[in-house]
T-cell receptor, first 112, second 114 residues
Framework: GNSVTQMEGPVTLSEEAFLTINCTYTATGYPSLFWYVQYPGEGLQLLLKATKADDKGSNKGFEATYRKETTSFHLEKGSVQVSDSAVYFCALNRGSNYQLIWGAGTKLIIKP | EAGVVQSPRYKIIEKKQPVAFWCNPISGHNTLYWYLQNLGQGPELLIRYENEEAVDDSQLPKDRFSAERLKGVDSTLKIQPAELGDSAVYLC????????????FGEGSRLTVL
């Protein structure tokens, strides 16, 4: 079946550190891949997406590359800030007739 | 452009009482979702609408939960009677069929059942 696996959190880093949050997926066909972010006390919001292999999504300094050969979509940022502290969810979608498949979420804590 | 609007933001009720949540999606978004999110977990789909039709309600506990989307715009999610285990955040989201998977979420309605 279709599934998304994320690295367990919490991930705790110091400000300006390099961030990687791993995400791997299992899916039939050619899904689109997404990273959503949930800041404390707020609703979920789309951070970035990629719709086909080798696409790179980017937003707010975050990047993720759709790697079909490794079925991965790892989230990276070169220099994190305290304001990046949030829960990050990886997700996949196979098309408009299918629901979004969510990872369990990874809590990120950035210390000043 | 206004985002997805949900109300109430917070609701505290006694068990066995009814409760209702309201959602107004982004204008023009045909697809509307209700999700449940427990603390520290990812969202779980309850029901998905395409216009006014519920196309996926397989995860909705139909003995106590009901939902409607009159005229394919606003939606209401109801729980009757509420149980202690229903305490969670209820999220509404909408999307356009031209961008599947790209969901826009409201701020959620936090329910506490005492």
């Amino acid at each position: 079946g279709n599934s998304v696996t994320q690295m367990e959190g919490p991930v705790t880093l110091s400000e300006e550190a390099f961030l990687t949050i791993n995400c791997t997926y299992t899916a039939t066909g050619y899904p689109s891949l997404f990273w959503y972010v949930q800041y404390p006390g707020e609703g979920l919001q789309l951070l970035l997406k990629a719709t086909k292999a080798d696409d790179k999504g980017s937003n707010k300094g975050f990047e993720a590359t759709y790697r079909k050969e490794t079925t991965s979509f790892h989230l990276e940022k070169g220099s994190v800030q305290v304001s990046d502290s949030a829960v990050y969810f990886c997700a996949l979608n196979r098309g408009s007739n299918y629901q979004l498949i969510w990872g369990a979420g990874t809590k990120l804590i950035i210390k000043p | 452009e206004a985002g997805v609007v949900q109300s109430p933001r917070y609701k505290i009720i006694e068990k066995k009482q009814p409760v209702a949540f309201w959602c107004n999606p982004i204008s023009g978004h045909n697809t509307l979702y209700w999700y449940l999110q427990n603390l520290g977990q990812g969202p779980e789909l309850l029901i998905r609408y395409e216009n006014e039709e519920a196309v996926d309600d397989s995860q909705l506990p139909k003995d106590r939960f009901s939902a409607e989307r009159l005229k394919g715009v606003d939606s209401t999610l109801k729980i009757q009677p509420a149980e202690l285990g229903d305490s969670a955040v209820y999220l509404c989201a909408s999307s356009s069929p031209s961008q599947p998977g790209e969901l826009f979420f409201g701020e959620g309605s936090r329910l506490t059942v005492l």
